[in-house]
């Protein structure tokens, strides 16, 4: 049973409607007038409209096309006496959902009734399935049914068409990269070039000529002038990485550079604007380093306008199911390996697993067992011993009889801290290989050996 609203001034016509609808059993509300008949869609009281072609008022066309901007769900069939095939033919391009001549014959009213009502359900069958989905899941890449994650998701998308500065922390392997790539690609600027610069990647010497270009002479070697990333990124985003490494001579530079969009190539003293969005990321407790007075004050404000906390995947075990099977179907199509899944155990193990590289070491993780595994499933054996449980009378324990509870950063400190020697021990030592088996990235691995003695 659905609201049918109809439009007509001819009494016939309005009777014979009503009647016909009424037999099976659909709510009927009229009009004699194109403008009510608008107005009583707008207030949510009809599910599809009959409207006369010639309605007084707003007229059938023009009913369609306002209807067809306002509420695209609400279909409209159009009815016409003396009507043309040019008519019916603009009519449908306007957006009817069908065009009927006068006299109607009562079973061709019904059929083009029900198919519009079914066409409309579909429509919207199909919008909720694509937001539960996008709530259930992701932006691009970015998988997360956690709270704090759809928190997130839906801060990305409300703050994408605009220029505002975003900030985006979290520890290593979290995902900021990726959560930068979607905020990009959801905003206007998605055409325009997405340029990403690592800043602890690049010694002090080289940063701000690869940011901001140089001219010839500027420099020994500078032997003809250069753009830098800001001007590549002219029109789109520029994501900098590793922001909290950064020197307060290039903190100031970078500051100018949000107040004003202007930038100077170094060594020269002419200004050049630029339109670019500014997305940044660290791993480094921001707040800490402004009141130690490595990062200056007036910027970390000004970078702080929308700030966006990765929550660690250990915080969010519930996730890792959704991530290891999204990364397996990607890899068993990478690698031509045809995979179901991943069997209980391993499963277990997976989401069992302190992550202490978190998403990048669970997607490197799940790579190495596709490559590996014989099987149609994943199974324990294919996975890395260094994310598999010990013995509980193993080193690895955390919890023991009796034993304080910890909170749970010191908790983790100790399989944390066995893990990496794992893993430098599976490497023989070899620091990078460690590095990469544990999905994080050198200086992450070193600033862990420094915490925890590890030589």
């Given amino acids: 049973m659905a609201r049918i609203l109809i439009a007509d001034s001819d009494p016939d016509s309005h009777a014979e409607l009503t009647a016909l609808l009424r037999l099976r059993s659909h709510r009927v509300q009229s009009t004699a007038d194109g403008s009510r008949a608008l107005a009583a869609v707008r207030e949510g009281e009809a599910d599809l409209v009959l409207c006369d072609l010639q309605v007084p008022g707003i007229d059938g066309l023009a009913l369609v096309r306002l209807l067809k901007q306002e509420r695209p769900d609400v279909p409209v069939l159009l009815l016409a006496a003396f009507s043309s095939l040019e008519d019916a033919v603009l009519a449908m391009r306007e ?7 006068k006299p109607f014959n009562p079973d061709q009213v019904v059929v083009a009734i029900e198919r519009a009502l079914e066409k409309a359900s579909l429509q919207q069958e199909n919008a909720n399935l694509r937001e539960a989905l996008d709530d259930r899941i992701r932006l691009e890449n970015l998988v997360g049914t956690d709270p704090r994650m759809q928190a997130i998701f839906k801060t990305i998308k409300a703050v994408a068409e605009t220029r505002t500065t975003v900030l985006i922390t979290g520890e290593s392997g979290t995902g900021k990269t990726l959560l930068a790539r979607s905020l990009h690609a959801l905003s206007q600027r998605s055409k325009g070039p997405f340029v990403e610069v690592n800043c602890g990647a690049l010694p002090e010497s080289l940063l701000e000529s690869e940011l901001f270009g140089h001219v010839r002479g500027a420099f020994t070697g500078a032997t003809r002038d250069r753009a830098g990333k800001f001007e590549a990124a002219n029109g789109g985003t520029i994501f900098l990485d590793e922001i909290g490494t950064s020197s307060p001579a290039f903190q100031v530079k970078l500051l100018r550079v949000l107040q004003d969009r202007v930038i100077e190539r170094v060594g020269d003293t002419q200004s050049l604007t630029v339109d670019v969005r500014l997305v940044l990321a660290t791993n480094l407790d921001l707040e800490k380093a402004v009141r130690e007075g490595r990062f200056r004050e007036d910027l970390y404000y000004r970078i702080h306008v929308v700030a966006l906390e990765m929550p660690p995947l250990r915080e969010r075990p519930g996730d890792i199911p959704f991530l290891a099977e999204h990364f397996l179907r990607r ?6 390996k045809s995979l179901r899944g991943f069997t209980p155990a391993a499963m277990q193990a997976l989401t069992a697993a302190p992550w202490p590289g978190n998403v990048r070491q669970l997607e490197n993780v799940v790579e190495r067992a ?18 598999l449980p010990r ?9 023991v009889a009796g034993s304080p509870i910890l909170p749970l950063k010191h908790a983790l400190e100790g399989p944390e801290k066995l893990f990496i020697e794992q893993a430098l021990q599976h490497c023989s030592g070899n620091r990078e290989r460690a590095a990469e088996l544990l999905g ?16």
Avoid: E, M, Q
């Avoid at 957006?95 to 001549?101: M, S």
């Fill in 95 to 101: 957006g009817a959902a069908d065009f009927i001549g």
């Fill in 331 to 336: 890899f068993g199509a990478d690698h031509a």
């Fill in 370 to 387: 596709v490559v590996l595994s014989t099987g149609s499933h994943v199974d324990v054996v294919d996975l890395p011993p260094a994310i």
């Fill in 391 to 399: 013995s509980p009378a193993g080193p690895s324990s955390v919890l």
């Fill in 440 to 455: 994080i990235n050198r200086s992450t691995l070193f600033a862990k050996l420094r915490k925890y003695g590890i030589r």
